[in-house]
């Protein structure tokens, strides 16, 4: 009988052009068996971190990268052998020798961006991610204990920093578990690796409170490096005025290059892919932007006979989102995408609405998907899961893809108003500004009401501005007078 084949575990692209994710902690290592879908790395992308599940079921052989290591979509995550087989034995050479015929078929590579279909669902992966799956598997049994986090540390070469003079807490032989990417990055901005230190949680898990104490050790440590005083510019004003133009130019950059008191900040991982986002947003959309004032006040009344009647809560955020859902179901060319090489207008079917939230790791754009299914106990419900995932960051990679329409309430920020950039490829998005009593004329009288700016910032190549002004007035209306949208329920 012919060797049984291993298989690889390639890394699959995490959506929105994530091309490259690093590895946070390693659940298993070689050695274990592992079972179909049983998570085995957790890696960190510009967006969120998350777990992988292994697609296939077997024994790990080797793994594709250190924890700290990145790695591009498509590189070799894992691999894995059957389970029983034995490649270092006299048997196994000599199958290994000899040619055969009934040798295990080998796996079909999935397409790049395809989840393979499974035919038997009892021997594949149910949980396919994009850019990897499996046609044809081997049943094996199941490991019957849990995985543990471990991780193999990268040499930090010349030392770590303050970590190298650091309080004795800090082991560079030890691997506690390390959850949070907020531990992580206060961790690493203060220059140190945030799994050699004992965590005070559940198996020795790193929590901020224990990252924040050794900062503070670090900081009144006597070898702990000072921070430069500011210094003068390397040239006077004086010398600046008498020089060419051209010299001055030189002048100038020297003199900024120079001074210590300037400081460089480098873009992370994140940064980097906002930055390109943010760019090319503006780089390709030709976008307008169109804004009005509403009063607010029926709308608060309104939720608040809503959550009398129900004994739930609902917020302003999920009932604007609700009136968004039913303009674009009027207006759908603001529920698209600008094709650029076809010249083609995509007008989406569902309405995958996604919510701007700041969150540990940055501005984010969670998505709600088939919100136009959704009724506005769904819908609330929907945002108020993605505003829990905000709070670590930590979002599942289809909680960041395929947005159609972005709303953003920018009001919680203490803001009336914003020029908002487009989430690209989207042709729309809406922003609420904070709610603030002013005086408001009502039935020609004077009166104080309750009010909030809405700013639609739309592709003009999708739409002119009579239909952003039609969707922006109806979703207005609604707030105004939120019964009014009773008759298209």
Known sequence: MGRLMGRDFILPDLGEGLTEAEIVAWLVEPGDEVAIDQPVVELESAKSVVQLPTPFAGVVESLGGEVGDVLHAGAVLMSLAPVGADADSPEAAMRDAEPSTDAAPAPVPAEPGIAVPTDTATEESGAVLIGYGTRASTATKRAATAPTRFGRRRSAGGGQGPGSAAPSRLDPS??????????????????????????????????????????????????????????????????????????????????????????????????????????????????????????????????????????????????????????????????????????????????????????????????????????????????????????????????????????????????????????????????????????????GELAVRTVTELTLSFDHRVCDGAEAAAFLTFVARCIERPVSLLADL
Do not use: C, K
Request: glycine share 8%; no cysteine.
């Open 174 to 443: 030890r691997r506690s578990p390390v959850v949070s990417p907020i531990v992580r990055r206060i961790a690493r901005e203060h220059g140190f690796d945030a799994s050699q230190l004992e965590g005070s949680g559940p198996d020795h898990l790193v929590t901020r409170r224990d990252v924040e104490s050794f900062v503070r050790d670090l900081q009144a440590a006597p070898t702990a490096p000072a921070v430069p005083p500011p210094t003068a510019p390397a040239a006077p004003p004086a010398a600046l005025e008498t020089a060419a133009p051209a010299d001055t130019t030189a002048a100038v950059a020297d003199t900024a290059g120079a001074s210590a008191a300037d400081r460089r900040v480098p873009l992370d991982r994140m940064g980097r892919a906002a930055a390109a986002h943010f760019s090319r947003s503006r780089r390709e959309i030709p976008e307008a932007t169109v804004w009005m004032d509403v009063d607010a006040t029926e709308l608060l009344v309104a939720r608040r006979e809503l959550q009398e009647a129900t004994g739930e809560r609902f917020g302003v955020t999920a009932l604007v989102a609700r009136f968004v859902v039913a303009g674009l179901a009027r207006h759908p060319l603001l529920n698209s995408s600008f094709d650029a090489e076809r010249d083609e207008i995509v007008v989406h079917e569902a309405v995958n609405l996604g919510i701007a939230a700041q969150t540990p790791r940055g501005l984010l754009v969670p998505v709600v998907h088939g919100a136009e299914r959704m009724t506005l106990r769904a819908i609330r419900d929907a945002i108020g899961a993605r505003s829990d995932e905000a709070t670590t960051g930590a979002f599942a990679p289809a909680a960041l893809t395929g947005g159609t329409f972005t709303l953003n309430n920018y009001g919680t920020l203490g803001v009336d108003g914003s020029a908002a950039i487009i989430n690209h490829p989207e042709a729309a998005m809406l922003g609420i500004g904070r709610l603030v009593e002013r005086p408001w004329v009502v039935g």
